[in-house]
């Protein structure tokens, strides 16, 4: 979900003499990020559309744009280690430095800044009876928000932060991917294992705890059912060069079509009865890595409102769920006809952004430079002790 580091110029090109003066701006990846979060609000603001409605039924696949998110996450990390010449516990360690500068800062400040409005709703808001917004701050709970394993515990999905589940799978994603991108074997039978061995890890659990895995259940939100979608990105940026010579690249569009076919049929009509939403996450890796290949080679990967909406989708992320609850609160529960919604969804984008702004430029940059110099200095400081060992 978060940006990702050092995607700033094509790796190819970087070995080559003239790189350095003529190396090509990559946007595509943070165009993408800005198609994901739009998707994401989409699907959000569309659940007041009235049910029928072409919006209502659009909007739901816009939950999809998480795993669009995912694939593009592992796409980037793994462009950023196809600039390194080594992979060693030293370089490891860096990368989980900046990792965590990079998405630790603003997701603690989505903690305590929803805690701070679910405080004042306990204080100011409608007075209910029983269950209290402080009820789920129970502390196994907060700290599995705090150490990111919160995908991995019903109670602590998506209860301290909307859509905290996603942060979770992607720090999850974060730790396998050193042993992933540095392993001989190829990439391509990883992500053949993954699927099967996601779909096999929630049928585990829902065995365990009895909770069919629907929609926007907590095995839907399970970390392993996205897993295929992360790979998928990192198999992409492996052989991009490839697929865009020959016939790879309309192959690949034709697994798109077939994939995106597939999804449609499961989510329209129910077919595959409960897996559907354990397949649904990895068959949706098909068309969203023929759109990042597409991107890559058309005008569409050079969107400069979509980059810079891109650029701040993680701070939009964590944001916008507030936004949308406030809509709610003016609007009322009543469903909204298709004009309001698009309305809402225009005014939910704008002050999301607005806030993303404020927020990227005050919290996510200055921790992520903090990230950068740490590591730096670590790296500084081994390059120097070399010569006093040898």
């Not at 592992?74 to 500068?101: C, H, M």
């Not at 903690?111 to 502390?139: I, N």
């Not at 469903?335 to 927020?359: C, D, H, M």
Request: hydrophobic letters at 50%; proline letters at 6%.
């Amino acid at each position: 979900m978060p940006p990702e580091e050092k995607t700033d110029h094509d790796p190819s090109a970087a070995r080559t003499p003239a790189a350095g003066q003529a190396a090509a701006r990559i946007s595509y990846p943070d165009v993408l990020r800005g198609i994901a979060i739009l998707l994401v609000i989409f699907t959000h603001v569309g659940q007041r559309a009235q049910q029928g409605s072409m919006v209502a039924a659009l909007s739901g696949f816009g939950q999809l744009g998480v795993q669009l998110f995912f694939l593009v996450s592992g796409f980037a990390l793994t462009l950023a280690w196809s600039n390194r010449r080594e992979w060693s516990p030293a370089v490891t360690r860096s990368f989980f430095v900046r990792r965590w500068f990079r998405i630790a800062p603003a997701y603690y400040t989505a903690v305590v800044g929803y805690f701070l409005v679910r405080l004042a709703l306990r204080y100011y808001g409608p007075q209910t009876h029983g269950v209290t917004p402080l009820d789920m701050y129970r502390p196994t709970v907060v700290v599995a928000n705090l150490i990111f394993a919160n995908g991995f515990w019903a109670s602590a999905q998506n209860s301290i932060v909307p859509g905290g589940w996603s942060i979770a799978a992607e720090f999850f994603f974060y730790l396998l991917f050193p042993i992933i991108v540095t392993r001989s074997f190829p990439a391509l039978i990883v992500c053949a294992l993954a699927i099967p061995a996601a779909v096999a890890a929630a049928a585990l659990r829902y065995h365990s705890i009895g909770v069919a895995p629907i929609n926007d259940s907590f095995l839907y939100f399970y970390p392993v059912i996205h897993l295929p979608c992360f790979v998928s990105g990192i198999i992409l940026q492996k052989n991009l060069g490839a697929i865009n010579r020959g016939n790879s690249y309309v192959a690949l569009g034709i697994l798109g079509l077939c994939g995106a076919a597939a999804v449609a049929l499961m989510w329209q009509s129910g077919f595959g009865g409960n897996l559907s939403f354990l397949l649904v996450p990895g068959l949706a890796a098909f068309p969203f890595a023929w759109l990042l290949v597409a991107s890559s080679r058309s005008w569409l990967g050079d969107s400069a409102p979509l980059r810079s909406i891109g650029e701040r989708s993680f701070s939009m992320y964590l944001n916008h769920f507030f936004f949308v609850n406030v809509m709610s609160l003016l609007a009322g529960q009543k469903p909204q006809s298709t004009s309001a919604v698009l309305i809402g969804l225009v005014v939910i984008i704008a002050v999301s952004y607005a806030a993303a702004f404020l927020t990227y430029k005050y919290i996510e940059l200055p921790f992520v430079a903090i990230g950068r110099r740490l590591t730096r200095g670590a790296a500084a400081a081994r390059t120097q002790a070399e010569p006093a060992r040898g």
